[in-house]
């Protein structure tokens, strides 16, 4: 004799249903989370890597160059800019090649180069930062956040790399970055970011 299944009430149908909508809508929140969440690295967007030629380099102690598409300022620090009397007592910044993120720490306003003043002013709360970065009035509590700088030879091999880390463990992490001889192009990683060095004062 065989049994013949019970039939599926009206109860639990809907109990299906409703199950089965809460899986369809925590999936699909989730990937548009991580569809919004995770890094894109596209070629020359934000996210991504900017790849620079030499003849793109700002001289050394030159005003910066701003790359709007990449949220960045290009700069190149040399011995005048790396020991402007201007600098914190224990500031230590090294000359070479640094990407900062174009947004001030303090609350993220577009800050502007002002060349009359010779520094990185921002209009909304007055955070002043030098050349290479360093925080030197107002607000902010930590210099310009920066983005890790890859130096390239002709075949695209690595020479030299920011420093990524914690510098409170290593001075060295995001220190400008010396161009070694041999580099045929730089790559500024927006997608690498390096948080500014925590100052006040």
């Not at 690595?158 to 045929?184: F, I």
Request: with cysteine; aromatic share 10%.
């Amino acid at each position: 004799m065989t049994t013949q299944p019970l039939p599926v009430t009206r109860r639990e149908f809907l109990y299906y249903v409703w199950a089965a909508s809460i899986a369809c809508f925590t999936a699909e929140t989730t990937g548009a989370l991580l569809w919004f969440a995770l890094p894109r690295a596209h070629a020359n967007k934000f996210g991504g890597p900017f790849t620079i030629p030499p003849e793109e380099i700002p001289l050394p102690d030159s005003l910066p160059a701003r790359y709007t598409a990449g949220r960045f300022w290009l700069v190149n620090i040399g011995t005048e800019r790396a020991t402007d009397p201007r600098h914190p007592q224990n500031a230590v910044t090294q000359p070479g090649l640094a990407a900062f993120f174009a947004l001030c720490t303090h609350e993220h306003c577009d800050y502007k180069w002002v060349p009359i003043n010779n520094r990185f002013e921002c209009p909304c709360h007055g955070a002043k930062f030098l050349l290479d970065g360093t925080r030197v009035d107002g607000p902010a509590q930590r210099d310009l956040d920066r983005f890790q700088i890859r130096a390239l030879d002709a075949d695209g091999g690595l020479l030299a790399a920011t420093k990524l880390g914690n510098d409170h463990d290593d001075s060295t992490v995001g220190q400008p970055l010396a161009l070694p001889e041999g580099t045929a192009a730089i790559v500024i990683d927006t997608g690498k970011l390096i948080r500014g060095h925590p100052r006040s004062g």
